[in-house]
């Protein structure tokens, strides 16, 4: 079956979940993480489909909460999970050993990432994430092994690299978790998932048959189906925010 045939075939189901990553799905890859703004035609596209009887949106990213909802603007309309999958918009607290480890984290990391000119830290309240994007290729790629093999290797440490990242996580991080609670909490009959990158993996994973599954961009995937970029998964949203509004009315 074509993607088109498939966003045809959803639009129809009874309850409908729209989930989405954000950066490189709906927000094209930047230098600057703090502008990493979204497509428009995206976030029109996904307001319209939260405003439809029987259809649910959520944003599922590797964001802190607070920054995807700055950046998206996305309030009411969208269920928002951050921090990939632990940090729900009904509230998170991380356990205290958590935190301690957290603390010991920015601690060590602050001395290796300063040492780095263009490299950055970013904080959220369950990871640390490294950014090398705007650091020399061979030392960004030094730093990220060298915080790997250290910080990273700590007992309670949970790495993930990413687009010129490394995630350090002090509790598990699944969007595959999040994507089932998510799936449960809108009593979805069938659910789009759209994703770029390696932790977007796992919310493909726990797809069932009859749900879409869409990569954004190269790289191996689960995913049934791909697109090439940021501007044609929001053309895909637009196409089935209007096919599903044919079905369900306003
Ligand atoms: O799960 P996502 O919504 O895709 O978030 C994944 C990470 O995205 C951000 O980093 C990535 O995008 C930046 C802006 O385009 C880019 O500069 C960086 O190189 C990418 O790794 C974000 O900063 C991280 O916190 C997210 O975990």
Same mark, same amino acid.
Do not use: M
């Given at each position: 079956m074509t993607l088109r045939n498939a966003i045809a075939r959803l639009s129809g189901v009874g309850t409908l979940l729209v989930a989405t990553d954000y950066d490189g799905v709906l927000a094209p890859i930047v230098n600057?993480?703090?502008?990493?703004?979204?497509?428009?035609?995206?976030?029109? /596209? =996904?307001? *319209?489909?939260?405003?439809?009887?029987?259809?649910? #949106?959520?944003?599922?990213?590797?964001? !802190?909460?607070?920054? %995807?909802?700055?950046?998206?603007?996305?309030?009411?309309e969208a269920l928002l999970v951050g921090t990939h999958g632990?940090?729900?918009?009904?509230?998170?607290?991380?356990?205290?050993?958590?935190?301690?480890?957290?603390?010991?984290?920015?601690?060590?990391?602050?001395?290796?990432?300063?040492?780095?000119?263009?490299? /950055? =830290?970013? *904080?959220?309240?369950?990871?640390?994430?490294?950014? #090398?994007?705007?650091?020399?290729?061979? !030392?960004?790629?030094? %730093?990220?092994?060298?915080?790997?093999?250290?910080?990273?290797?700590?007992?309670?440490?949970?790495?993930?690299?990413?687009?010129?990242?490394?995630e350090l996580a002090v509790v598990e991080t699944s969007k595959g978790t999040a994507l089932d609670v998510l799936r449960e909490r809108t009593g979805a009959d069938a659910v789009l998932f759209a994703g770029d990158d390696v932790t977007d993996e796992k919310a493909f994973a726990v797809l069932r048959p009859g749900d879409v599954g869409v990569k954004v961009g190269p790289g191996e995937t689960a995913a049934e189906y791909r697109v090439d970029d940021p501007e044609a998964a929001v053309a895909m949203f637009a196409l089935l925010s209007e096919e599903r509004r044919l079905h369900v009315g306003t």
């Open positions: 600057d993480p703090a502008k990493a703004f979204p497509l428009p035609a995206g976030i029109d /596209a =996904l307001q *319209e489909l939260g405003t439809l009887p029987r259809t649910s #949106v959520a944003l599922l990213s590797g964001r !802190a909460l607070v920054d %995807l909802a700055r950046l998206s603007g996305l309030g009411g632990v940090e729900f918009d009904d509230g998170f607290a991380i356990p205290a050993e958590a935190a301690e480890l957290r603390a010991r984290l920015l601690a060590e990391l602050g001395p290796l990432v300063g040492a780095v000119p263009g490299a /950055a =830290l970013e *904080e959220k309240i369950a990871s640390v994430a490294v950014h #090398v994007r705007n650091a020399d290729e061979d !030392a960004g790629e030094k %730093l990220l092994a060298a915080v790997a093999a250290g910080p990273g290797s700590h007992p309670g440490v949970h790495s993930t690299a990413g687009k010129k990242v490394l």
